[in-house]
């Protein structure tokens, strides 16, 4: 291993960390992570960043819910159409991409490009999420819920997730607050289980299509699971708002660099 697999698995902790304290947030670190730091061709890291988050998610959502912080009926609601379009993506989509998506004689853009450039474009959404705050939408048991609505939502948070490998949280967590009218704490919960299954049936798309280094792939989970216990624990004892607020702007700062780098 070279310095920088070891910086590499140093910054995975960060991404557990991330998925404990605000249920999102993971895939925006973990595939710039492995892109740039650890030097994984961008098509193979969205695949990766989709079993590490996906494991990662896992884990601090058993922690959610044996803080009875999980909506399971609203993890079906919404992971159903999310995890059946993940998979589509993976599997037949994002496969069918060209190599070189478009040429002409000054400029190429390949897939790889496209794929970071696209990454970016959604770090720059996720990060007006996590900059303005969410308020909590009144809960009302009586109230029926927006099914289609919420499948469509689901549609589009696969689609998002599975060409880029992003859990998609920065979008189910506002979903599940204001289309789903779920508490903010229990909508934490509840997410990482809707990001755990869209995230590893996603990677199961990839499977045949890429050549894994599973070695490599396990290590960087293992650290971000050690991340998430600790983000976990964090979360009870201080407010994960501000710090969100704070992520937000370094989110937007590191997708604006991504376009500038692929671009120029």
């Not at 589509?88 to 060209?98: D, F, H, L, S």
């Amino acid at each position: 291993m070279d310095v920088y697999q070891y910086i590499g698995f140093a910054l995975a902790v960060v991404v557990g960390i991330t998925l404990g304290l605000i249920g999102s947030g993971g895939s925006i670190l973990s595939v710039p992570i492995l892109v740039y730091i650890i030097g994984i061709e961008p098509t193979l890291a969205t695949a990766y960043s989709l079993f590490v988050v996906g494991t990662t998610a896992l884990f601090g959502g058993i922690q959610k819910a044996k803080q009875q912080l999980v909506d399971f009926k609203k993890v079906l609601l919404f992971g159903v159409p999310t995890v059946i379009t993940v998979f589509i993506t993976r599997k037949i989509i994002v496969p069918a991409i060209p190599e070189i998506v478009w040429s002409n004689s000054s400029f190429t853009l390949h897939k790889s490009a496209l794929t970071m450039l696209v990454f970016a474009i959604v770090m720059i959404m996720a990060s007006y999420r996590m900059i303005k705050p969410l308020k909590e939408a009144i809960v009302n048991d009586d109230e029926k819920l927006n099914l289609v609505a919420i499948g469509f939502q689901g549609v589009l948070i696969g689609l998002v997730a599975g060409f880029v490998g992003a859990g998609g949280g920065f979008l189910i967590i506002p979903a599940l607050l204001f289309l789903a009218k779920t508490p903010m704490k229990m909508a934490v919960g509840t997410s990482l289980f809707i990001v755990s299954a869209q995230s590893l049936i996603g990677f199961l798309g990839d499977l045949g299509h890429q050549t894994i280094d599973w070695h490599l792939l396990l290590i960087f989970t293992s650290c971000s699971i050690i991340g998430v216990f600790i983000g976990n624990y964090l979360s009870k004892i201080i407010s994960g708002d501000r710090l969100k607020t704070l992520f937000g702007w370094f989110v937007l700062l590191m997708g604006i660099y991504i376009i500038s780098k692929e671009l120029l």
